[in-house]
């Protein structure tokens, strides 16, 4: 088994490196002389890696979501209480923080794009990830986008023909120190 170690920013695995050298009668080594040998580590294959991955951000990008319905049903129809719910199944040990760049809505006919403003845009959402007592399992999360965290309402009085999503992702948003894995 390979062990890997934290020193400062690196992840460190140490080697153990055996040799014999054998010298012909009346030969010595001397302070100068230099042993150096060349380490090749590829092919490797891992069942599950365990250590901290540091933080980093992730440019998911644009997805959109057709409301083409809208041009059935015509402008002018307002939603009670809507939802968006986005679902999140993760298995790997690594926290994930999701960030709204922009949520907007594209209307048919290319006018101004009305934009989501409130908390959910603020702050990263957490998506759950299993912890290193839980390797092997999937934990599900569901980010919900409705009226008391944005202005969802209003974007959809305004009969979007698609929802944008400009996301990034953030590795490790709130760092405990805590072990990351993937497996």
Do not use: H, K
Request: cysteine-free; charged content about 15%.
């Amino acid at each position: 088994a390979t062990s890997f170690s934290r020193e400062g920013d690196l992840n460190v695995f140490n080697v153990s490196f055996e040799a014999t050298i054998s010298l012909q009668a009346g030969l010595s080594i001397s302070s100068t002389d230099v042993l150096s040998f060349t380490l090749t580590y590829r092919d490797q294959e891992f069942e599950i890696v365990f250590g901290f991955f540091g933080q980093d951000n992730i440019q998911v990008g644009n997805q959109t979501i057709d409301l083409s319905f809208y041009e059935e049903l015509g402008a002018g129809i307002t939603f009670q209480r809507p939802e968006i719910r986005l679902q999140f199944s993760n298995s790997y040990g690594i926290p994930l923080g999701l960030l709204f760049n922009s949520i907007y809505g594209l209307p048919a006919d290319s006018s101004d794009s009305t934009f989501i403003s409130g908390t959910v845009t603020q702050a990263p959402q957490l998506i759950a990830s299993p912890s290193v007592n839980q390797v092997g399992e999937t934990l599900d999360s569901t980010l919900t986008i409705n009226e008391t965290n944005s202005n969802l309402q209003e974007l959809l009085a305004e009969s979007p023909a698609e929802i944008g999503f400009d996301l990034r992702a953030l590795i490790n948003p709130n760092v405990t120190g805590e072990r990351n894995f993937v497996q």
